[in-house]
């Protein structure tokens, strides 16, 4: 059977438990080697333990795959800049980083610290942009590299109470878009992924239980979505026969894969007069109502039982 990551260097972050742990192991399963990164903390980001990265190192090992363990934040720049000259020194090379790091702080935005907004928001958005920075220029070079980023519905679509993390996931889908652009004559690739999946992260956000549909959606998780199922879109990204896929955005929701919109035009209206405050509020704005968003959170939306 062929291995879609025979001879190629993996960097996965967040690889000590949930996905980023599915990840790596999937990479190695395919014939990678793998830098694996995690910091060691608890949901919330506090603490620190090399213990979930060296057990991670050990199960690849145990299947004569190859590995290394990093325990740094990718919210450091220069932590970044140090994993990738890992792989390189330990492997040889680097040709993907598949990035699901992070941690959740959650809050209502009004009642939100503002040190918590910039912990989620450092590790998520700038994490994805210190991992970019670093591993980019490589790729250019090489004239060969794919990034695996992962957001979130919370940003995509919406999720009360989660501020920081949504608005974090929503921007590195927009890293993400303007990175497969520059680097699409270099050979440098960069697609997100939108998880669903049962994780401890996800374990730790509030459910209402009075409201159903909300209570519903989360027994399909638990019951139907995995991290291993996430991971088999991530690697299928990272590898090369998947070279011309760059600069979409995907949901993995069980055993489906969804191509989500990006934002486009829905419609127009024009006053060749020019627009005031007043025909904007009775005009303009009631002719494009019919196509405003909703809204809906992540159970109206993904409404179907998952496959």
């Known amino acids: 059977m062929t291995r879609v990551l025979e001879g190629k260097v993996v960097l996965v972050t967040g690889a000590g438990g949930g996905i980023g ?13 793998v830098v694996v990164n995690d910091l060691g903390v608890a949901v919330s980001g506090q603490g620190a ?5 060296e057990q991670t190192v050990a199960e690849i090992k145990a299947t004569q795959g190859k590995a290394v363990a990093n325990t740094d934040s990718v919210a450091d720049r220069d932590a970044a800049s140090a994993m990738v ?18 941690f959740l702080r959650d809050g209502m935005l009004h009642k939100m610290d503002p040190e918590n907004w910039d912990a989620v928001v450092g590790v998520h958005l700038g994490g994805a942009f210190n991992l970019a920075r670093a591993a ?11 990034f695996v980023f992962f957001s979130s519905t919370s940003g995509l679509v919406g999720q009360i109470g989660q501020t920081n993390y949504g608005a974090a996931k929503m921007g590195v889908a927009g890293l993400s878009r303007i990175l497969a652009m520059e680097g699409k004559a270099k050979g440098v690739r960069s697609n997100v992924v939108s998880p ?16 159903k549909a909300n209570a519903q959606w989360v027994e399909q998780m638990k019951a139907r979505m995995r991290p291993d199922q996430v991971a088999q879109l991530a690697v299928a990204l990272a590898a090369p026969a998947t ?10 929701r069980g055993n489906e894969i969804i191509l989500m919109s990006q934002p486009r035009p829905l419609g127009s209206v024009i006053d ?23 809204l809906e959170g992540q159970a109206e939306v993904f409404h179907w039982p998952p496959p």
């Open 49 to 53: 333990s090399a213990g979930p990265a």
């Open 196 to 211: 669903f999946a049962w994780t401890r992260m996800i374990d730790t956000i509030p459910i209402d239980q009075a409201d």
């Open 243 to 252: 070279k011309d896929v760059t600069g979409q955005v995907f949901v993995a």
């Open 21 to 33: 742990k599915a990840c790596a192991l999937l990479a190695a399963a395919q014939g990678a080697s």
């Open 272 to 294: 060749e007069n020019g627009w005031t405050p007043q025909s904007i509020a009775e005009r303009a704005l009631p002719e494009l109502s019919a196509q405003f968003y909703g």
């Open 85 to 102: 000259a890992q792989a390189i020194g330990e492997f040889g090379g680097l040709h993907a980083v598949i990035n699901p790091a992070g």
């Open 136 to 146: 980019t220029p490589y790729f250019r070079d090489q004239g060969e590299g794919a």
